[in-house]
């Protein structure tokens, strides 16, 4: 990105930072905006222990304009190692209390309009889990899962994703996306969207995964029209790993995240670590 494509700011992107990892520390400690009005929306999977997310919005937070967060399924997860204990909607909501002291805007939160260049736009960070609805044509849920563990490819989500109160991940998903359905309906219809979620609002980004059993932690099928429905310019996500541009139903969507360190390179070609949604590439 040259300074004359951000020179009025531009909104940005990154997920899957996982700050648990020495290297991936590092990297995050080198982001900075390129302008005083820059935006970063942070698509989830910061880390795993509660102090560490708190550690990388904090830092952000301080050099960027405007920090946008949404969770993943990471910072959902209960490991023996965090001091913090705290599981399903509890754990989810000590997150929003901390960005809430350190201004970093969440779900929770009312959608921002970003006037930058391609703007103005609604920018709407969603908390939608999955369902397993993302799982082989002709089979159960209960098949699905018995295929995952027989090929060992099963999301550890199973052991340390914790959907309490609810009675299920799948439940949870359910609820979350009929309140993010309300939120989106009560915005300013008159302006168009950028989506913001862990993970992938369609299908079609999961087929690219090794293996095909691990779809069925990536997503649902209840935002399948999502993008459409609400008038989306651009949709930020995360979780699978594979950073990059794909087209849907005429719609950019950017698979944004940083990934582990075994596995970045050469996705990150020339220091390339954060994804431009606005203004569009190619625009000014």
């Given amino acids: 990105m040259s300074s004359a494509k951000t020179a009025q700011g531009s909104l940005l992107a990154i997920s899957d930072l996982h700050v648990g990892f020495p290297e991936n520390r590092s990297l995050v400690e080198t982001l900075r905006p390129e302008t005083a009005e820059d935006w970063l929306v ?15 919005l904090a830092l952000l937070k301080e050099r960027f304009s405007t920090v946008v967060w949404t969770p993943g399924n990471h910072e959902l997860w209960t490991t023996p190692g965090d001091p913090e204990q705290l599981r399903g909607e509890e754990r989810y909501h000590r997150l929003i209390q901390i960005c809430r002291r350190l201004g970093v805007l969440t779900p929770e939160d009312p959608y921002p309009i970003w006037t930058g260049p391609g703007g103005p736009v609604t920018v709407a960070p969603l908390f939608i889990l999955y369902d397993h609805s993302f799982r082989p ?9 018995a295929q995952a563990y027989a090929q060992g490819v099963v999301c550890r989500d199973e052991f340390l994703l914790h959907p309490h109160p609810h009675p299920s991940r799948e439940a949870w998903c359910r609820d979350r996306v009929r ?12 302006l168009p969207t950028v989506l913001v979620n ?17 779809a069925q932690w990536c997503g649902t099928e209840h935002t399948a029209d999502w993008h459409l429905r609400y008038q989306a310019v651009a949709v930020a996500y995360g979780h699978l790993h594979i950073p990059g541009t794909s087209w849907h139903d005429g719609v950019r969507f950017e698979e944004v995240s940083l990934g582990y360190p075994r596995e970045r390179r050469p996705h990150h070609e020339n220091g390339r670590l954060l994804r ?9």
């Fill in 137 to 145: 044509p002709g089979t159960t849920q209960a098949e699905a899962l």
């Fill in 179 to 190: 309140e993010t359905e309300l939120r989106l309906e009560a915005r300013d219809p008159r």
């Fill in 198 to 214: 862990h993970f992938p609002l369609l299908r079609e980004p999961t087929r690219a995964l090794r293996h095909q059993a691990l």
């Fill in 42 to 56: 942070v698509a989830g999977d910061v880390g795993e222990r509660i102090a560490d997310v708190e550690w990388t």
């Fill in 276 to 284: 431009r949604l606005l203004p569009a590439p190619g625009r000014v």
